[in-house]
Nanobody
Framework: QVYVVESGGGLVQAGGSLRLSCTAS????????MGWFRRAPGKEREFVAG????????YNADSVKGRFTISRDNAKNTVYLQMTSLKPEDTAVYYC????????????????WGQGTQVTVSS
């Protein structure tokens, strides 16, 4: 079992930055592929970024490439999402998820989810 809790969301002006954190518990965290997803009002859940168990491989959605960076610190059982050059269209609830398996962009492939943290970008 892996429990994940997101933090770091808030209100920021366009062009600003935020860093989201995802703290996980459970011995299997260090072997998990970790992903960040988001759901904007009236839209479907969207994959944002993913990172391999050792941090060696990352993947970003085209919509956030060059602006968002995913990283992890296994010693702290934490995954981060550094978001820069934020746009109003980045407004969403951001979710952290853990997958006990190979990398995947599909939300349905993830085993454990956090409750989400709200990010609001004002224009």
């Amino acid at each position: 079992q892996v429990y994940v809790v997101e933090s770091g969301g808030g209100l920021v002006q366009a062009g600003g930055s935020l860093r989201l954190s995802c703290t996980a518990s459970g011995r299997t965290f260090r072997s998990c592929y970790m992903g960040w997803f988001r759901r904007a009002p009236g839209k479907e859940r969207e994959f944002v970024a993913g990172i391999s168990w050792n941090g060696a491989t990352t993947y970003n959605a085209d919509s956030v490439k060059g602006r968002f960076t995913i990283s992890r610190d296994n010693a702290k059982n934490t995954v981060y999402l550094q978001m820069t050059s934020l746009k109003p269209e980045d407004t969403a609830v951001y979710y952290c998820a853990a997958r006990l398996g190979p990398p995947s962009l599909a939300g349905g492939a993830y085993d454990y989810w956090g409750q989400g943290t709200q990010v609001t970008v004002s224009s």
